[in-house]
């Protein structure tokens, strides 16, 4: 059976501040029809290019699309986003704008690299911020001057805080509890969580006892490992939730409100 063949290509930062030192080429094998397995999509005309931004700005992960050159040809919320708030980092009519020219020399060499095959990772570094860009050939079978290359942002939050609520609202955990998973899946530790609460140790040992008991986790670690897997989810304006319109709880019920 003929098998994927897999080069690695191996460089190292002399400063090891924003490169990834390893990018992987992928000679993937003519693909082969799949027994019993149909397009999901075979009406004409009924995935367009519209319905695709619409699909890709409900996720939370930042996509980005780039074809000659620079171009970028499409970019979902969450990417812009990202680059709203990361310094350094901003769209500039239809070209992604990096201020230092380090990062900005790197992301054009893995831009090129991705045209012609290579898969890597791209770091870049700005206002004591670190941001990921994973860059790959978005088609084959191009020339490398018109292979579209698939840029995705690396997430900046440890959790995704949409996510986060409806798995919540789906275990039927209180707000306290919903806010000691969300601060566990941050990486505060119960005591750490204790003190920023200023409550009881215990109280913040009870309530992790009671999450574990309704989401079915054995333990933290496990815990953690379900919010991690939990599906990247954007709010419906797109704007990434923050502390202050994180889903409150309802005085009547004292459970989290759904979001509109």
Excluded: Y
């Excluded at 704008?97 to 893995?110: G, H, P, T």
């Amino acid at each position: 059976m003929e098998q994927t063949r897999l080069a690695i290509d191996s460089s190292s930062d002399r400063r090891g501040a924003r490169t990834v030192p390893m990018a992987i080429r992928l000679e993937p094998p003519p693909a082969a029809p799949t027994a019993g397995v149909t397009p999901v999509i075979q009406e004409e005309g009924l995935f367009d290019v519209e319905l695709a931004q619409t699909v890709l700005d409900h996720l939370s992960v930042g996509v980005a699309l780039f074809g000659r050159d620079t171009r970028l040809l499409f970019i979902n919320r969450a990417a812009i986003n990202q680059c709203q708030r990361f310094p350094g980092l901003r769209i500039d009519g239809d070209t992604l704008a990096l201020q230092d020219d380090r990062a900005r020399n790197e992301f054009l060499r893995a831009l090129r690299s991705a045209r012609e095959g290579v898969w890597s990772c791209v770091q870049i570094v700005g206002g004591g911020e670190r941001l990921v860009l994973g860059m790959r050939p978005a088609r084959s079978g191009l020339a490398p001057c018109d292979t579209p290359v698939l840029v995705t942002f690396g997430l900046r939050e440890p959790s995704d805080q949409l996510s986060i609520h409806f798995f919540a609202r789906a275990c039927g955990l209180s707000p306290a509890e919903s806010e000691v998973v969300r601060r566990i899946a941050e990486g505060l530790s119960p005591k750490e969580i204790a003190r920023e609460h200023a409550v009881a140790l215990s109280t913040i040992r009870t309530q992790l006892r009671i999450v574990r008991t309704k989401t079915g986790a054995r333990n933290i670690t496990e815990l953690v490992r379900a919010v991690g897997c939990l599906p990247p989810m954007m709010p419906v304006d797109g704007s990434p939730m923050r502390a202050s319109n994180r889903p409150q709880a309802s005085p009547a019920t004292g459970r989290a409100m759904a979001l509109n």
